[in-house]
């Protein structure tokens, strides 16, 4: 078995592999919805080859998360699939070393993993970070309209908004990094809503004349059957991504419930953003975990990658120089500062604290409770967005 970087001209046995696995007649091909990822000059993507035959795949795509003023970057693996007759044999296992080893090798520090099975926890990937997801309809159309504030006019997404749309995503504190041409390109290729049989369609709020937020909506395709498997509810609505005021939010909310008649559309809110939970208070919500899993792949990197966002956040502007790590049990960390005992975690507790709660472990002391506390959790990006693989 050979395990290797999938050529180019390989790439069109890779995407029938996967859509002979994940798509059905009515969906595009995995090709379509995912570029990037079935592209050798962007992705690099992984495949095991038996005789020259690809029968295992694993869709790897370098990028980066902006948090704050640091760049962490990180790895999304997706698109995972296996010919029938190659399962059971280790072939997946072998992979995915091959994928982690690929990883730390490039210098990432996370490994953003789309699923949740026991082929990736086994190996340290993690269920992480926290998600609250509204659930709204056309009756609370009125209510939203009053939240915004009233000073939003709400309009369809025409030809030359690119500009104004990366300028707004560009100010958001946790976010992936997205080109101009990279929004418009997601928004094309609709990678989660090609699984679930939606298209997109996309906002504008602007307040007096001047784009102040936008939103990429993802309805229901008309006349299309249910998906095999269905991530979410089969088929439902959901907002992929916004940008901008919380306010402009609120207004398109409105429109996209009423324009489109929605008994149910999902509005999944990252916790950090906390301007829009205050708008959205009196919706039904649900806290629910980030999609799929996480691989702190190499901590004492990521920790370096977020000197800069650890120092502005920090009452001393100095915590990144001051914080380090080194390795402990458990896929655990040892972490340090000057004057203070070392506090060592399980990779559970170092995970939990990087991204899911502000809460410390029960034996952190009060001053390991202080400086942690100003700069974790990360304000992550929600990854079942536009950048979704």
Not at 17 to 28: G, K, V
Not at 40 to 69: N, Q, T
Not at 295 to 304: F, H, Q, T, W
Request: hydrophobic content about 40%; some cysteine; glycine content about 10%.
């Amino acid at each position: 078995m050979e395990i290797r970087l999938v050529r180019q001209e390989e790439m069109q046995e890779a995407a029938e592999l996967a859509d002979s696995i994940f798509r059905d007649s009515e969906q595009i091909s995995m090709a379509q919805g995912f570029p990037n990822l079935f592209s050798s000059v962007y992705s690099e993507s992984l495949g095991a080859f038996d005789k020259g035959r690809l029968v295992s795949f694993m869709g790897l795509l370098p990028g980066a998360v902006r948090i704050g003023s640091a760049q962490l970057y990180t790895y999304s693996l997706g698109s995972v699939c296996t010919h029938t007759d190659s399962r059971g044999k280790g072939v997946a296992g072998d992979l995915f070393a091959a994928v982690r080893e690929r990883v730390k090798k490039a210098g990432a520090s996370l490994l953003l993993v789309s699923g949740t099975r026991s082929l990736y926890t086994r190996a340290g990937c993690r269920p992480f970070g926290l998600i609250r997801q509204y659930t709204l309809s056309r009756e609370h159309a009125a209510s939203l309209k009053e939240v915004s504030g009233g000073s939003y006019t709400v309009r369809p997404y025409r030809r030359g908004d690119l500009t104004a749309m990366h300028k707004l995503a560009a100010a958001r504190v946790g976010a992936y990094e997205q080109s101009i041409w990279d929004l418009g390109l997601l928004i094309e290729a609709r990678a989660y809503g090609s699984c679930v049989k939606l298209r997109h369609q996309t906002y504008i709020a602007e307040k007096n004349g001047v784009p102040a937020a936008f939103l990429v909506a993802a309805l229901p395709e008309e006349g299309l059957g249910q998906v095999r498997e269905g991530i979410r509810p089969q088929g439902a609505p959901i907002m992929m991504e916004w940008a901008g005021e919380a306010g402009g939010l609120a207004a398109m909310l409105a429109a996209v419930v009423e324009e489109n008649q929605l008994k149910q559309f999902f509005v999944p809110i990252a916790v950090h953003e906390q301007d829009v939970h205050d708008l959205l208070g009196f919706l039904p919500v649900q806290e629910q975990r980030n999609m799929g899993t996480v691989l702190i792949s190499d901590s004492r990197l990521l920790l370096e990658q977020l000197r800069p966002y650890l120092n502005e956040r920090s009452t001393d502007h100095s915590l990144g120089e001051r914080l380090s790590c080194e390795p402990a049990a458990e896929d655990g960390v040892t972490l340090q500062l000057p004057g203070l005992p070392g506090l060592e975690l399980t990779g559970d507790e170092w995970t939990s604290l990087v991204f899911d709660r502000s809460e410390m472990p029960q034996h952190a002391s009060d001053q390991w409770r202080e400086a942690l506390g100003e700069v974790f959790p990360l304000p992550f990006p929600h990854t079942a967005g536009l950048n979704y693989i």
